[in-house]
């Protein structure tokens, strides 16, 4: 896939920066179908080409986002080594490098977001509450709430199930499924329908 029919994916004005994060590299972008476990991934090929897939039903900002994280995995491959840890610092310092660069295709609401995250980037969108709570404005059903506002011992659904909010452990919520009596694990950013 080209870089030009990557455009209807994403912002205005964001070409110029990929022009020049791809110009050194041969890269598969793969637009997938929707995934649940993840937004984007990069591998590097047998051929030693390179391979990024990225969830066709994100929002172009988003989108971007997504596509400069997998970018800066290959770019911090390339520049420090496939010894490198994948989240490491210096693909943490790639990616900070990357967001600030291209800090001007994103929203001004948006802005001071992307500011704060680059100073410390994580691995997992979902590691970021700012940047959740902001593309979940837009895209999430408004019945759905998170998780992390309900309180121990209320009720909720998720995947057509019927749970019951425990408490908290460490940063996660301790849920019971009362179908089967078995307890989960629930990230604070977890969407979910609270129920009674």
Aim: hydrophobic share 35%; proline share 4%.
């Amino acid at each position: 896939m080209s870089i030009q029919s990557l455009e209807k994916y994403l912002p205005q004005d964001t070409l110029q920066y990929l022009k020049i994060w791809f110009s050194d590299y041969y890269i598969h972008i793969k637009i997938t179908r929707n995934r649940n476990s993840k937004l984007g991934d990069y591998r590097k090929l047998p051929d030693n080409s390179h391979e990024i897939t990225i969830n066709s039903t994100l929002a172009p900002q988003l989108f971007f986002f997504v596509l400069t994280h997998e970018l800066a995995h290959l770019i911090a491959f390339e520049k420090y080594g496939r010894r490198i840890s994948p989240h490491g610092n210096e693909w943490k310092e790639t990616f900070r490098k990357m967001l600030l660069e291209s800090l001007q295709v994103y929203d001004e609401d948006l802005k001071p977001i992307i500011v704060k995250f680059s100073k410390s980037p994580k691995a997992n969108f979902m590691a970021s509450p700012d940047l959740v709570k902001y593309f979940h404005i837009e895209t999430q059903d408004d019945s759905l709430q998170f998780i992390e506002e309900l309180q121990k011992g209320d009720f909720f659904i998720y995947r057509n199930e019927k749970y019951l909010l425990e408490g908290l452990i460490k940063k996660n919520y301790l849920c019971k499924n009362l179908a089967t009596g078995r307890k989960y694990s629930f990230k604070p950013l977890a969407r979910i329908e609270k129920c009674s």
